[in-house]
């Protein structure tokens, strides 16, 4: 076998390795700014260090992949930009858990030796996620890999936090916030995931002072009324005037208690009369607010009840529950219980339940912020695909809330803030001595967190001494900030964000985003408010929102269902090729893709075909092609299918072209498969085969293969890489070869309306042989009845060809014809064909398999009638099910008429 020769069967496994190393070792995935072209830019969605890579991975750095190679093919200077983030609370926890099954807590290691072990990890496991990425064949530029802790970014995260603090943008306030008891860390209303929960409805008696009578109170949450300082009312709700100037006693504790109108109480909600309790719940904080009420915090920061708690103190906050409804029961306080559906809070990485909890956090004043950033989409600045994204964007944006951006944790960006103890001793704020803050300890995270304004000093580095008293005795906030103040600042801290260079201006704004739709409000539109903020533009243009990948059932893949697909397997078995090509094909724009294992298998079968169809081409290949080559077709002497397959690539081309540019990715994907699967290898090489050592036909071959494999290459980057080095060819890589443009006056659709009906002759007789089972080795005859002159005088012009590919001894032409006695008959369009039977078959025995096939099918048929005519199933079976049932009656009736049909030409 010589050199452009190709093994039987495509090896994926022996052709990813080299050629990306080759692209790698040519430095292709590099882009350097040239003011002579036009830049195309994306950044990565930064995945965690954590993680490896699962599905919605695969299907967006597919996407990403396309739109780059499709780019730098089609002539502009294309920067994938690359990285990985530090995820603060996820990457924390993992090491947390290596600790624990050594025995250890991060409190007993300290912050600066838990903080090594941290980086230890990231040294050894953080790069796990860029290796599978190069496995799927991402053409990241690597030279430019970022880390969302490396030092650039850390400049970055500090200066974006002083500016902010500067201009009045960040403060620290008391605030409810979403906190998590086993993170033991404030969360963003983002990171706190809701779920819908069947739960309970506690209707609870409050004594009232002095009259032996009672008020009843619903909450769904009994721990927190500890906390509760008053009790509240509907201004409006005649039915507790009488209340006004009365105190209520608080069952356990025996507090007494305030009663306050508010219009915020919902009068129809439990009995109208609301607990408030101000540190545990946001509307209670704000009612607590209006009406000059001192919250109570009843709860540690791990969830466990305080010493407010009176005799629950030191229980879980649940298990306290258990023990306060005993004792209400036991003392005929607790009403009535009842079954109740509501929204809760979960942390969007450990899963446990938040507990609003009141707090002094940190915080950036996001409406400024956001205004500007619902004007630059309003305004068409950055569009969204699909558009109905646009909506959700803005409609989040509208109704923001201040962004809780301080975490409890130790791994993460850590705030640029120092506190002056001498002042805070002054002001009465430090409650710890100076051996207790050395330390670090967990008590201090909290005492420090009770700090105001006073004493603050924000900087990017330590200060030599107080600006105010001159003390030296300073000393560093505890908290990191949110992993996604990082994140926010990507688009340009990736261009070495405040110290920018020739790069920057060449490569910013970027050019498109492609992401998930779950982080549209942490990253997408963050992203959006910080580059208006601090470069004065938006960071992209246009933002693409992929579905999510689902199994075949239509649930979400996750591990603890257990229907996880992984990709590394899928290339292991099917190949990087497969997998992307396969995963494209079947994701509709903006659409949840259902996925299953076997669905690897389009990619697989798709690669094989133009492996096998190369093969055939390169086998008959004369060497002079490979010296003559001039990257043309030759038109001199064409054909009609010649002609035909000219003017269907370049229509190819032309729309996948517009597919590509409107992120129609499943649309391009298709639109190739059908070109490349079916009229070239099924229609066109089949006629040309005749002609295989003809050194025009060869050309034309190679002209076609050298198009479909540069307009296919984005998709499937390895098999086309082999095959292009394979054939002749121009330049050192098809993924730098130029993108094929599409010649218009070339497309000529009257082209498919004559070859077509050569297709339809030659399906027609494949269809006979099918359905009465004639041997291959058997050829046919064809009766053709065609009326029109025109047509018959083209069928005549081709006969030879579809002889060949049909099987065919002889194609007859009639104006009209009486069906031939034991004859097939099938109809091409407006023509009638006949394929006379006698000598093709045995009748006696075709005659008893299409009649044994004809009874299974009918008892189906009836089976399938009687159940869509069961008024029982039609009203309780889903819609779904019975629109399929109707479906599959319908293809076994008409499969039924084709059998009897082919019953008849026995006679």
């Not at 400049?155 to 960040?170: C, M, P, Q, T």
């Not at 996750?558 to 090509?581: H, Q, T, W, Y």
């Not at 370049?650 to 996948?656: K, L, S, T």
């Not at 293969?705 to 296919?712: E, V």
């Amino acid at each position: 076998m010589n050199d452009s020769q190709l093994d039987s069967v495509y090896k994926h496994k022996e052709v990813e390795d080299k050629w990306y190393n080759f692209w790698i070792d040519k430095n292709y995935f590099h882009a350097k700014a040239d003011l002579n072209k036009k830049p195309f830019t994306i950044v990565i969605p930064p995945p965690n260090i954590t993680g490896i890579l699962h599905m919605g991975h695969a299907l967006n750095n597919t996407i990403q992949d396309i739109l780059i190679r499709y780019k730098r093919m089609s002539g502009y200077i294309a920067l994938w930009m690359p990285g990985t983030d530090h995820a603060g609370i996820a990457t924390q926890n993992v090491v947390e858990k290596k600790l624990k099954e050594e025995g250890l807590t991060r409190f007993q290691l300290g912050r600066e030796k838990f903080l090594e072990r941290v980086w230890e990890w990231k040294d050894k496991y953080g790069s796990t996620i860029i290796s599978q990425l190069k496995r799927l064949g991402a053409s990241c530029d690597w030279q430019r890999l970022h880390f969302t802790m490396d030092e650039v970014h850390s400049n970055a995260v500090s200066e974006a936090f002083i500016r902010l603090y500067k201009k009045g943008l960040i403060y620290k306030g008391d605030y409810i916030i979403n906190w998590c008891p086993r993170c033991e860390t404030a969360l963003s209303d983002e990171e706190s995931q809701h779920k819908d929960l069947k739960g309970l409805l506690y209707y609870i008696k409050y004594p009232i002072k002095d009259s032996g009578e009672f008020i009843t109170v619903a909450t769904t949450r009994p721990e927190t009324m500890l906390g509760d300082v008053a009790v509240s009312i509907n201004p409006n709700d005649e039915r507790y005037k009488n209340l006004a100037d009365k105190t209520i006693i608080l069952p356990i504790l025996k507090r007494e208690l305030k009663v306050i109108f508010d219009d915020f109480v919902d009068p129809k909600f439990g009995t109208g009369i609301v607990k408030v309790t101000p540190a545990h719940d946001l509307n209670d904080f704000e009612m607590g607010n209006r009406h000059n009420l001192k919250p109570i915090l009843v709860m540690h920061p791990d969830g466990t009840m305080n010493h407010y708690a009176g005799k629950f103190e030191g229980l879980d906050r649940f298990k306290c529950r258990e023990e306060i409804l005993k004792d209400l029961e036991n003392t005929g306080l607790l009403e009535k219980t009842v079954e109740h559906n509501y929204s809760v809070g979960h942390c969007y990485r450990c899963n446990t339940v938040i507990e609003p909890r009141l707090s002094k956090q940190w915080f950036v004043r996001i409406k400024p912020l956001a205004k500007k950033a619902a004007e630059a989409v309003r305004k068409g600045k950055i569009k969204f695909y699909p558009k109905r994204w646009t909506n959700v964007y803005l409609n989040w944006i509208d109704n923001i809330r201040d962004w809780c951006i301080s975490r409890q944790i130790w791994w993460g960006h850590r705030l640029p803030v120092y506190y002056c103890r001498e002042c805070l001793k002054r002001a009465g704020e430090l409650t710890v001595d100076s051996s207790q803050l050395t330390e670090k300890t967990k008590s201090m995270n909290y005492e420090l967190s009770t700090m105001n304004e006073k004493g603050i000093i924000v900087s990017k580095t330590k200060p030599e001494k107080c600006p105010d008293c001159g003390s030296t005795d300073l000393v560093q906030d505890d908290d990191v900030l949110d992993t996604w103040f990082s994140s926010w600042l990507w688009p340009f801290s990736t261009f070495d964000w405040p110290n920018l260079e020739r790069d920057f201006t060449f490569f910013y704004p970027t050019t498109a985003l492609v992401t998930a739709q779950e982080i549209i409000f942490f990253w997408v539109a963050r992203m959006v408010m910080a580059s208006l903020e601090f470069i004065g533009e938006v960071p992209f243009k246009d933002v693409y929102i992929h579905g999510t990948v689902r199994d075949s059932t239509g649930a979400k893949m996750s591990k603890s269902l257990g229907n996880i697909i992984d990709p590394m397997e899928v290339i292991d078995e099917f190949g990087a090729d497969a997998l992307r090509f396969s995963i494209i094909s079947i994701t509709a724009q903006g659409q949840d893709v259902f996925l299953s294992r076997e669905k690897f298998g389009v990619g697989r079968n798709f690669a094989n075909k133009l492996w096998n169809a190369s093969r055939f081409i390169l086998m008959n290949l004369d060497r002079e092609v490979y010296v003559c080559y001039n990257g043309k077709f030759p038109l001199e002497n064409s054909s009609l299918a010649d002609r035909w397959i000219l003017s269907n690539l370049n229509c190819a081309i032309r729309d996948i072209d517009n597919s590509l540019k409107a992120y129609n990715f499943n649309n391009a994907a298709n639109i190739l498969y059908e070109f490349i699967w079916h009229k070239f290898c099924d229609w066109y090489i089949e006629f040309v085969k005749p002609n295989i050592t003809d050194i025009k036909v060869q050309f034309r071959l190679v002209y076609l293969i050298d198009n479909m494999l540069r307009l296919l290459h984005p998709f499937m980057p390895f098999i086309t890489e082999e095959l292009w080095q394979k054939f002749p060819h121009k330049g050192d890589s098809v993924m730098i070869a130029s993108w094929p443009k599409a010649d218009k006056s070339l497309i000529d659709k009257a082209l498919d309306e004559k070859f077509g009906i050569i297709m339809n002759i030659v399906s027609a007789a494949r269809n006979i042989r099918s359905e009465m089972d004639i041997a291959p080795s058997k050829n046919i005859n064809i009766l053709c009845v065609c009326p029109r002159e025109e047509k018959r005088k083209l069928i005549e012009e081709f006969s030879a060809q579809i002889k060949f590919v049909a099987g065919a001894d002889e194609v007859k032409l009639f104006k009209r014809l009486k069906k031939p006695k034991k004859s097939s008959y099938a109809c091409a369009g407006d023509l009638q064909i006949y394929v006379p039977l006698e000598g093709l078959i045995d009748f006696a025995q075709e005659e008893k398999r299409l009649k044994g096939q004809c009874e299974k099918l009918s008892k189906e048929k009836d089976n399938l009638s009687r159940l869509l005519k069961n008024k029982e199933f039609l009203s309780k079976a889903p819609k779904e099910v019975v629109a399929l049932q109707k479906v599959k009656s319908k293809e076994i009736a008409e499969k039924l008429a084709k059998l009897e049909d082919a019953l008849n030409s026995l006679k």
